[in-house]
């Protein structure tokens, strides 16, 4: 059985630092991209960032693009996302989430998501 497992969020004041992990069960992690998500209320769920199997390539959301860095511990079968300058209009629920490629998450068409980790930025 896959499961994607979110953690890491919590409250910061804006320019605080938070950084997430997902942790992947069910032998998907060596075959995948993997990629970050967030949903803030009301508003659809967006792409954040995501990472191709090697890490050779990671692509961003222009919104977070500087201050975000998505990272990849394939021994540890874990993904990361570091957030850093954090801004209020980062509040989200944020979720993890595997694809065939960053191309297929970006068009959200994932196969696996996570329970996602809520992210509350104080200003």
């Known amino acids: 059985q896959v499961q994607l497992v979110e953690s890491g969020g919590g409250l910061v004041q804006a320019g605080g630092s938070l950084r997430l992990s997902c942790v992947v069960s069910?032998?998907?992690?060596?075959?995948?991209?993997m990629g970050w998500f967030r949903q803030a209320p009301g508003k659809e769920r967006e792409f954040v960032a995501g990472?191709?199997?090697?890490?050779?390539?990671?692509s961003y959301a222009d919104s977070v693009k500087g201050r975000f860095t998505v990272s990849r511990d394939n021994a540890k079968n874990t993904m990361y996302l570091q957030m850093n300058s954090l801004k209020p209009e980062d509040t989200a629920v944020y979720y993890c989430?595997?694809?065939?490629?960053?191309?297929?998450?970006?068009?959200?068409?994932?196969?696996?998501w996570g329970q996602g980790t809520q992210v509350t930025v104080s200003s």
């Open positions: 989430a595997a694809g065939a490629s960053i191309v297929v998450l970006m068009s959200r068409r994932a196969e696996y």
């Open positions: 069910g032998r998907i992690f060596g075959s995948y991209a």
């Open positions: 990472i191709t199997l090697g890490s050779g390539s990671r």
